[in-house]
């Protein structure tokens, strides 16, 4: 089924912002020499490349007023459809702070507690735009104020009026998944393995715990894989990715959400699995070739997928 429109959900956006100092040495004042600063959070990360690509898509956040006038103006920069409500408090921010020895350390803020009145304008926003053949973008940790219950009526609701799901959330839970049936889910490695709930040793092990979340009614599983690459499986044919070597990385931060707009934006070009997992692959790393959580550039993104070997295992 080709979606007729997409959607991402937002509920816990973040300001990603990197400080590049001369020196972390105690004592005294350190200056700040250049800032880069990226309107981001799972969701806005994934509408963020697809419009880089041209694929129609609406951001619906849910974000702190107090500091948030910068964040949209920065979507805006970037041609970001966005629909906005508005809550009490501060937009969560992360903020990097990085030496030129490539010592970091990161300092990251609490998100606002969601409040009743906030989650009923949401529902009524959802009630609006959700319609069939809609896709719905659901990623990213669940903020305070949504509870699985809620987290679970959001999803059910999406679903009853004829939308489909893409799930890249760390709150939800084996049972809570079996419940919502996305037509995506992806995890990475670290998230895979707690979603089970103990490690996982060897590809084997992956192979076997993706395949089991297909078991649960979901028609795509998706897994991140850093270096290692990306696994696919819907539960009868499963392939691996494997992706070449980087001489130099920038950043990882939002390699997964790349990788999961690249299977979304394979989907509108009316590829194979193969063919989607190895655009998903190429997406995810080329990602880690800019700095911040900006969206992998083409060039880079068509030079890696001729790089992308995927092959069924």
């Not at 894989?225 to 009868?236: H, K, P, Q, R, V």
């Not at 990715?241 to 509108?268: C, M, N, Q, R, Y």
């Amino acid at each position: 089924m080709l979606f007729k429109k997409i959607i991402t959900l937002s509920l816990n956006p973040v300001a990603d912002i990197t400080c590049y100092v001369e020196n972390f040495e105690p004592g005294g004042d350190i200056m700040v020499e250049s800032e880069l600063y990226d309107a981001a959070g799972k969701a806005v990360d994934v509408s963020r490349v697809l419009q880089s690509y041209g694929i129609a898509n609406t951001a619906l956040i849910v974000a702190g007023e107090e500091n948030s006038k910068r964040y949209f103006n920065r979507l805006k920069d970037e041609n970001v459809s966005t629909r906005v409500i508005y809550t009490e408090g501060r937009l969560r921010e992360s903020i990097n702070i990085v030496d030129p020895k490539g010592r970091s350390v990161r300092l990251v803020r609490k998100s606002p507690r969601l409040t009743s009145r906030a989650i009923n304008e949401l529902e009524i926003a959802l009630s609006e735009e959700i319609e069939p053949a809609t896709l719905v973008v659901v990623a990213g940790a669940m903020p305070e104020g949504v509870t699985d219950d809620i987290f679970c009526e959001i999803c059910s609701f999406i679903r009853e009026n004829g939308g489909s799901i893409a799930l890249d959330t760390k709150s939800a839970t084996l049972e809570n998944i079996a419940k919502i049936q996305p037509w995506v889910i992806k995890p990475n490695y670290a998230e895979l393995c707690a979603l089970v709930g103990h490690e996982l040793n060897g590809l084997e092990e992956v192979v076997c715990e993706a395949k089991r979340l297909a078991g649960l009614g979901i028609r795509h599983v998706l897994v991140s894989l850093s270096a290692e690459g990306a696994l696919y499986t819907d539960g009868e044919v499963t392939y691996k990715a494997d992706v070449p070597e980087l001489s130099e990385i920038k950043s990882t931060i939002g390699a997964g959400d790349a990788a999961l707009a690249g299977f979304i934006i394979a989907h509108d070009y009316k590829y194979d699995l193969k063919r989607s997992l190895q655009l998903a692959a190429a997406f995810g790393t080329a990602s880690c070739l800019v700095e911040g959580t900006n969206p992998p550039r083409r060039i880079s993104v068509a030079m890696i997928n001729n790089q992308v070997k995927v092959y069924e295992i």
